[in-house]
């Protein structure tokens, strides 16, 4: 007799939750970071406000690239499977967000530091636009008819907390150290934190599974083209 190892739904919920709050968080730490230190820290060369404005002309650029995630990954999931897309992007966002904690300051290395900012702020807005949607789906193919609406809005309550955590790290942050430490190494923290974050949303998503629907179509040969 076959028992059927496919995780719970509350398992599914969890990890398609929890990947796309880290996911989110990733995104908008970097939002928090551009209002407070990236201008001085990587646009030196203007006045304050245009160098804030120029730190979050980077921060849009995740915003540019989010669809074109989408686009990217969103045929992928449909050929091979969500676990894969949403493991590959959850590593992409968070190894992106972790290496912007490295990068080093305009005053290090000149105009290639803002270059960087900008390519790893196009990479974590890659990696946005194939969580997103891998989750939702993940979560409402396993999810059965009756109750689809309800499971598939557990992944939407994700942003929300990473919106939150993002911004309550960077506030605790800038309140218990001094402007100098923050502006020297604490604002890397929770870029750093990224990783650990990364780390147990991919411990989530390595016990999940293809819906039986995606199962079923994969055995006949009948994914998309």
């Keep these: 007799m076959q028992h059927d190892r496919s995780p719970s739904m509350a398992r599914i919920a969890a990890a398609s939750l929890a990947g796309t709050a880290i996911e989110f968080y990733d995104f908008f730490v970097y939002g928090t970071a551009a209002a407070l230190v990236l201008g001085p820290l990587f646009f030196p060369t203007?006045?304050?406000?245009v160098g804030t404005l120029a730190a979050f002309?980077?921060?849009a650029a995740g915003f540019v690239s989010r669809p074109l995630g989408s686009m990217l990954f969103?045929?992928?999931g449909d050929r091979h499977g969500r676990r894969p897309v949403l493991i590959a992007s959850l590593l992409l966002t968070g190894l992106a967000t972790v290496?912007?904690?490295?990068v080093p300051t305009y005053d290090s290395i000149g105009v290639a530091a803002p270059v960087l900012l900008l390519v790893l702020r196009f990479l974590?807005?890659?990696?946005?636009?194939?969580e997103w949607g891998g989750a939702v789906l993940l979560t409402a193919e396993h999810a059965p008819a009756a109750k689809r609406g309800l499971w598939s809005g557990f992944p939407q309550i994700g942003p929300s907390i990473g919106f939150l955590l993002a911004n309550g790290t960077m506030l605790?942050?800038?309140a218990t150290l001094s402007e100098g430490e923050f502006r020297s190494w604490g604002w890397r923290v929770p870029f750093w934190?990224?990783?650990l974050l990364a780390g147990a949303g991919l411990l989530l998503r390595a016990r999940l599974t293809e819906s039986p629907r995606f199962r079923e179509l994969a055995e006949?040969?009948?994914r998309a083209a």
């Design 99 to 102: 290496a912007v904690g490295f």
């Design 57 to 59: 002309g980077t921060f």
């Design 74 to 76: 969103g045929p992928i």
């Design 46 to 49: 203007f006045s304050p406000l």
């Design 193 to 195: 934190g990224a990783g």
């Design 172 to 174: 605790a942050l800038s």
């Design 220 to 222: 006949r040969g009948d």
């Design 124 to 130: 974590q807005g890659l990696g946005l636009g194939g």
